[in-house]
Structures are given as structure tokens and as C-alpha cells.
């Protein structure tokens, strides 16, 4: 599940939903950034989400329906291993954009996880393993669900959030140019959703280099820390 936004006004502010149904999670603070890890049962604690001092996002919403062209087939780059590198420094969001423009990425085998990714600049990369990706030289916004942007509506899927897409989109389309923490809060409450229940909403004040952030949809128990 999960909705991803990055706005670019006065300031650069990446908001992100997490809908996660049954998986240990947790939200770590440190130098490094803030990130929410995933309690995976081969690898552990990994740091699949969240914010550096540097200035980068990165989100991961799994798209509806899978597509079997993002199995691992051959050679390639793991999707996941890529965000982690830009998660943690290890990669810029240019070498990400390289790697994935000039081969094939991969996902794990049945489901298709994308990659929605964001730097200092507001600068947005979209991946979307077996089909492509897209590059956003600082758009003033853009959103991304669980539907793939290549296929749109094409295929259908109810867990796809194209109503969650359409309610997000609707309101960056017509927000002010001083859009802040407290707007894009307003955006990921109403991108919120039960069923797969919302766990984590975070925002990044990337201008401020503050993360906020608040769990299970208790929005007046937001927590922050400033990165760097």
C-alpha cells in the first residue's frame, strides 16, 4: 500500500503514508537520518524508508497488481538494495537515475515494489521495477500510490489507491505556495486508510532538514528530530 507526495514550493516537503498490514516495524532516530526499519525474518532490522541529513527520501509503495516482469530474471539491480544505498549514503539520486535508466532493476519475487525517491533539490525519481522509471527535474508536486504510472488505470486492482492518488492530487494541485509540515500532514490524513491500516505517516521539512512523524493515525502525537 502506501501514498508518497513531494511538493516543491517556498520550501521542498516529501510527505509519506506507510499502510503496512501485519509486519514488525519501527521508527529509529539517529545521525544517519530518521528511518522506519522492517523486521525481516532473513535479514533483520532493515532501514527501508525515511530521510537522511542529506537531503534525500525514500519510499517504497508496492504496486497493485503485481506484474511478473519485476521478478529477478538475470542480471540486474535490486530495487530494494538501491533505495537502502540512497537511504544511506552509500548513492546519490543521480546514481540511482543511471543505474536504472541504463539496465534492468528487479523487485522480489511476487511483488512488484517501486521506488519513490527524492533529493535535497525536490527532484523525484520513480521506479517501477520490469517497467521503467521516470525522472522529475523539481516538479511543483507529484504522487505515487500503489497504481504503476506507466499502466495508470489500464488494470485494476482494489488495492491499487487511485481514489487515495485523485484525493492527494486534488488537493497539492491547489495548494498555496507557503504548503508546509502542517498541509502536508492535512494531505496524509486524508490519504489515510484503515483496512491496511496506516502505521507511520512522516513528513520532511527538507528545507528545515527536520523530520516529523506520527503513528497509527494519532495525529496529535507527532514526533520530530532535526537531521544534521
Known amino acids: 500500500m502506501c501514498t508518497s507526495i513531494v511538493v516543491n514550493k517556498r ?9 503496512l498490514l501485519n509486519t514488525e516495524y519501527r521508527v529509529s532516530s539517529s545521525p544517519d537520518g530518521v528511518f522506519i526499519e522492517i523486521n525481516d525474518a532473513a535479514e533483520g532490522w ?6 537522511n541529513p542529506r537531503g534525500d527520501f525514500v519510499g517504497m509503495p508496492t504496486c497493485w497488481p503485481f506484474d511478473a516482469r519485476s521478478d529477478p530474471s538475470g542480471e540486474g539491480s535490486n530495487v530494494i538494495l538501491l533505495d537502502i544505498d540512497l537511504l544511506l549514503r552509500k548513492k546519490t539520486l543521480g546514481e540511482v537515475r543511471a543505474i536504472a535508466e541504463k539496465g534492468p532493476v528487479f523487485s522480489v519475487p511476487g511483488y512488484t515494489f517501486m ?3 527524492s533529493d535535497a533539490d525536490g527532484n523525484v525519481l520513480h521506479i517501477v521495477p520490469g517497467q521503467g522509471c521516470l525522472y522529475y527535474e523539481k516538479p511543483a508536486y507529484k504522487v505515487l500510490t500503489n497504481f504503476s504510472p506507466f499502466k495508470q488505470d489500464s488494470e485494476t486492482h482494489p488495492w491499487m489507491g487511485l481514489d487515495r492518488f485523485r484525493t492527494a492530487e486534488g488537493m497539492l494541485r491547489n495548494a498555496s505556495d507557503d504548503f508546509d509540515v502542517k498541509d502536508c500532514f492535512e494531505v496524509l490524513r486524508a490519504a489515510s486508510q484503515e483496512v491496511c491500516p496506516t502505521v507511520v505517516s512522516m513528513v520532511f ?16 502525537a507527532v514526533s520530530s528530530a532535526a537531521l544534521g
Open 46 to 51: 532493515m532501514p527501508l524508508f525515511g530521510a
Open 11 to 19: 520550501k521542498t516537503v516529501v510527505g509519506w503514508n506507510l499502510d
Open 205 to 220: 521539512d527538507v528545507t528545515e532538514r527536520t523530520v516529523y512523524w506520527c503513528e497509527n493515525r494519532k495525529w496529535d
Open 115 to 117: 521506488s519513490a525517491l
